[in-house]
């Protein structure tokens, strides 16, 4: 089976648009391209393979796609790396109908764009923005847009730029601007803190939301090498979670929960409890095109449904077919020993202590299997200690992975959030807790 519709010129532009094309389907990828990524790519041409990627630039109505871009454009401040993500794009629920008379006046003047995209449901429209150097970014964006910062923001750029980068995950929001008469939030992220995190899952902050369905309104080479790293990472940490057998369903909903695995927000009545659901049921295709090229690329994952067999299947929302994963210990080692650097180190600091590895054996053993020595890439294939940790009882794998997240996301999550209170001000920060725990209150209703 051949994702066939997900196929895209690898010319994408750096604005994100987009022109279709046919792969030469004689021209397999490349299988080693994750032994060596280079992360100091600045040009697309630099990108493993033609179409490299592509599966990460979701398909939105045009019209809206383009509304979204001239937001961008309001921001004299040079934006390298863009996306639009949420519920403000990619509805959460089917039902469209106005929700309350609130809902109404999120935005003061919308875009017709915006107004049909979201119908009587208008949601605020989240954006994450990549930039090169933290503190000019900000320099240029106090002058041209005071309004947007709270209080701190009278300190000067390099107060924003100190707070943003050493408290939390090192993205800076401004919640509840208006721009083009579109009621947005925007985190600013600094690229290096960004791939960082896509490739290393340090925080998981930036990561999660790229695990899940994004509109990338401005690309970059780096990024989109960092992020295919982030998204096979994500698919393989959900094998290490699932079953042998499991429905597209159940693998997309783990990939969409790790990000909320540890979220203080989570245990709080500030988020709907059916989120990961929503998110998942009503954005289906969007999650075959993320995922679906990366489950034929891997051997040890298969499509195991008759529904498959239909060349029109993946752009079935109501489809939810069945796939199959090899547990056999080697493949499986294979993929601990391929997990993103930070989160393995701290998966293998936990199997240390419970096999209790004296501590000169473990760094001897974690020297072996560093990714790379002086002289060159090693190969990232699991060994005995990578297999006795996929060779562990389902259910106690599955709990320490789920401890690792937990601890990778749970601190930076909290102090993100005290960030919150500084970078936003306390009136938009109650804003914001008065409409999550809206939410919340909605979700139970209807749960």
């Known amino acids: 089976m051949a994702f066939r519709y997900y196929s895209a ?46 599966n990460q630039h979701i398909v939105i109505n045009d019209e809206f796609k383009e509304t979204l871009r001239q937001i961008l454009w309001q921001f004299r401040a040079p934006i390298t790396y863009a996306f639009a993500y949420g519920s403000g794009v990619f509805p959460q629920s089917k039902d469209t109908k106005q929700a309350s008379s609130d809902a109404a006046l999120i ?17 605020m429209i989240d954006f994450i923005f990549g930039v090169s150097h933290t503190q000019h970014w900000h320099s240029l964006n106090l002058t041209q847009h005071r309004n947007h910062y709270s209080a701190l923001g009278s300190l000067g750029s390099g107060a924003v730029s100190a707070v943003q980068d050493k408290w939390g995950a090192g993205v800076y929001f401004n919640p509840f601007v208006t721009v083009n008469g579109t009621l947005i939030k925007y985190g600013v ?16 902050y930036v990561a999660g939301r790229l695990q899940k369905p994004v509109k990338i309104l ?25 079953p042998p057998s499991f429905t ?25 409890p059916s989120k990961v659901a929503n998110i998942v049921g009503n954005n289906l295709p969007n999650f075959r095109r993320l995922y679906g090229p990366l489950i034929e690329n891997l051997p040890n994952i298969t499509f195991n449904d008759s529904k498959c067999s239909n060349p029109d ?35 293998y600091f936990r199997y240390q202590e419970k096999y209790q590895i004296p501590r000169l054996e473990f760094n001897k053993m974690m020297e072996g299997s560093k990714d790379e020595d002086a002289t060159r890439i ?29 601890k990778t996301i749970g601190w930076t999550s909290t102090s993100q959030s005290l960030k919150g209170v500084v970078t936003g001000g306390f009136s938009r920060t109650w804003r914001y807790m008065s409409e999550k725990m809206a939410k919340y209150r909605e979700g139970k209703r209807s749960g």
């Open 9 to 54: 010129s690898s010319n994408l532009s750096s604005s994100g648009g987009s022109t279709a094309s046919s792969p030469n389907p004689t021209s397999a990828p490349p299988s080693d391209w994750e032994e060596d990524p280079d992360y100091n790519i600045s040009q697309f041409s630099q990108l493993p393979y033609t179409n490299f990627g592509v």
């Open 107 to 123: 935005h003061s003047n919308p875009p017709t764009a915006v107004a049909k995209a979201q119908g009587g449901n208008q949601k």
């Open 189 to 204: 992220v600094n690229l290096d803190t960004l791939c960082e995190d896509l490739s290393s899952w340090n925080t998981l």
């Open 218 to 242: 401005r690309d970059n080479a780096r990024v989109r090498l960092a992020n295919q790293v982030n998204l096979l990472s994500a698919l393989r940490t959900a094998l290490l979670l699932l």
């Open 248 to 272: 597209e369903l159940e693998l997309y909903g783990t990939i969409a929960n790790i990000s909320y695995m540890g979220d203080p927000r989570m245990s709080l009545p500030t988020e709907n």
């Open 313 to 347: 299947w993946a752009s079935d929302p109501s489809a939810n077919v069945q796939l199959v994963q090899d547990m056999d210990p080697v493949k499986r080692g294979n993929m601990v020993r391929r997990l993103p650097k930070a989160f393995r180190s701290k998966l």
């Open 378 to 406: 090693n190969r990232r294939e699991g060994g005995g200690f990578e297999r006795r940790i996929a060779g562990e009882p389902a259910e106690d794998l599955r709990s320490e992975i789920r401890s690792v997240i937990k």
